[in-house]
T-cell receptor
Framework: AQSVSQHNHHVILSEAASLELGCNYS??????LFWYVQYPGQHLQLLLK??????LVKGIKGFEAEFIKSKFSFNLRKPSVQWSDTAEYFC????????????FGTGTRLLVSP | NAGVTQTPKFQVLKTGQSMTLQCAQD?????MSWYRQDPGMGLRLIHY???????DQGEVPNGYNVSRSTTEDFPLRLLSAAPSQTSVYFC??????????????FGDGTRLSIL
């Protein structure tokens, strides 16, 4: 069975600080990896996704993530955060099961102070 | 294009009551899913559907029923509400073409409280 671990439950940063949120998954086959963001009071939105090819994926709003297959990791990064990045971030994975059966991590709450 | 529309946005129920959470999408997506979001637990899949007339159970299906009579609609029914079903419910949809990696589109959620 697939599982996703996000070890940072709460992260507090000042504006302009760099961000890295950890995501590790457990699945032996081919995976598709996603990062979703949920701004306060809103629904989940896709930040970026990895299917295949270049393991460094660039998403919206300056976010990027690197797929490291040997470490089963898909960490999210941003060089300089803004107050508007305050949100909850979810890593998700689905394997080659033929359906969009996403398995989500427990989420990381990011608070960026101005 | 409204995307994924969920109604109601908020609901309070008494234990034992039944209700239906509505979900509709206008993107002609084949796949639709229901998740519940609880603090510290992320999103967990309740039920999903790969097309009209086809549904299956997810990770936490007990206490919930679904049906998919049309491509657009995927209602979630609580048969006899329990306090443990207090949660935020999200409906999501996606295309099936292009393989399993299609990103899901989420609705705004329904915040449900069971007293």
């Amino acid at each position: 069975a697939q599982s996703v671990s996000q070890h940072n439950h709460h992260v507090i940063l000042s504006e302009a600080a760099s961000l890295e949120l950890g995501c590790n998954y457990s699945y032996g086959g081919t995976v598709n990896l996603f990062w979703y963001v949920q701004y306060p009071g809103q629904h989940l939105q896709l930040l970026l996704k990895y299917f295949s090819g270049d393991p460094l994926v660039k998403g919206i709003k300056g976010f990027e993530a690197e797929f490291i297959k040997s470490k089963f990791s898909f960490n999210l990064r941003k060089p300089s955060v803004q107050w508007s990045d305050t949100a909850e971030y979810f890593c998700a994975v689905n394997g080659d099961t033929g359906f969009q059966k996403l398995v989500f991590g427990t989420g990381t709450r990011l608070l960026v102070s101005p | 294009n409204a995307g994924v529309t969920q109604t109601p946005k908020f609901q309070v129920l008494k234990t034992g009551q039944s209700m239906t959470l509505q979900c509709a999408q206008d993107m002609n997506h084949e796949y639709m899913s229901w998740y519940r979001q609880d603090p510290g637990m992320g999103l967990r899949l309740i039920h999903y559907s790969v097309g009209a007339g086809i549904t299956d159970q997810g990770e936490v299906p007990n206490g919930y029923n679904v049906s998919r009579s049309t491509t657009e609609d995927f209602p979630l029914r609580l048969l006899s509400a329990a306090p443990s079903q207090t949660s935020v419910y999200f409906c999501a949809s996606s295309h099936s073409t292009g393989g399993v990696g299609q990103p899901q589109h989420f609705g705004d959620g329904t915040r449900l409280s069971i007293l």
